[in-house]
């Protein structure tokens, strides 16, 4: 298979909230240039994307909204459930043990870690804080690949070692500083100050 | 000023946060080599981002990581200190308010709001719970351009509308839906579920 441009990849998941968010409207049909007007990417763009995995449209009648988001999701591999975990149960870590998200949309969290004494064994949500000491046994265990790293910037890249020495794959990490992973590994950085500093170049004075 | 592409524009506050990383550990010049393995990106490739702004290295001498890091946070408008508002709080809103990652990146939470009467008043870190209703005209006011959005999907859209009649051209959205914004108004998200699907491509069967 050739290879798409991880810029292309990135798009995707976008495309497919706007399509499932149209679905959830009751919607069964759209454009290149309705789902480029609501995610902010040219009609053109979109074409353009979606033909490096087929066709997905004919010219004048649009996208089967329900066929385009199931391909999305299969080749996004989202078309299943990935069992994920958190580490680090701090404001973060809560937060997303509690978010209502990731149903729908391919992600379960499985376990959630910590490795303070007095969070150990505390309930959030659905979930027992268990040990960060266990953590790499029960990854292996549970075959986890996705995981979740809420932990502060000193502590990221340790844990980060030891997840991916269990068997991790593919790092959210919410701690704001790079990772340094091998190569099959990726990392996704949820960084709010990053996201702000995207936007203020583009303020005028 | 001729247009910056805004993968460009998106890839620098990754370069800032390696280099303040470097600095902080007391480095004072690195490469395009090193700062491209710290931060997943080809060599060639920052300095051709770079190369957008000017010289900012000598061939063989590298980068000086304060000068590079101070043009940086000038090009992306982050060597002052942006006031922002966090609106929902919730655990998401809750992490954000008590968030030590905006020192030194450029922002400063100023006022935080929700529309629930149980939490107006209430204290959220440095930070009392301010009612939705008194957002639009604080907002202005204060001037502030800048907010971080952490209401339900549901909601969102209705007080993105209000945030923009109010003056904010820059909305980094924790909400997992798109939002119309007009010209001119800049949305960043930052969807967990988004993070992780862009990643579950690449791991293999």
């Given amino acids: 298979m050739k290879e798409i441009p991880d810029i292309i990849i990135s798009r995707l998941p976008i495309y497919l909230r706007a ?82 998200g990731f149903k729908d949309r391919g992600f379960r969290v499985a376990m959630v870690f910590d490795n303070d004494p007095a969070k150990i064994g505390q309930t959030v949500g659905p979930y027992v804080i268990q040990s960060a000491a266990e953590m790499g046994a029960a990854i292996r265990e549970a075959g986890i690949k996705v995981a979740m790293l809420c932990v502060p910037a000193s502590a990221a890249q340790e844990v980060a070692n030891k997840l991916i020495e269990a068997g991790v794959v593919a790092i959210l990490n919410y701690a704001p500083i790079n990772l340094n992973v091998p190569p099959g590994v990726r990392v996704q950085y949820l960084d709010p100050s990053i996201g702000l500093q995207r936007m203020t170049y583009y303020i005028g004075e």
């Fill in 19 to 100: 399509l499932q968010h149209m679905q959830a409207q009751g919607k069964t049909t759209t454009s290149s240039k309705e789902l480029g007007e609501q995610v902010g990417v040219s009609a053109a763009q979109i074409r353009k994307d979606l033909s490096q995995f087929g066709e997905f449209g004919k010219q004048g009648t649009g996208y089967n909204i329900r066929f385009l988001s199931d391909r999305l999701r299969e080749i996004l591999k989202v078309d299943r459930v990935w069992e994920t975990v958190i580490v680090g149960m701090g404001d973060m870590g809560h937060a997303l043990a509690r978010y209502q």
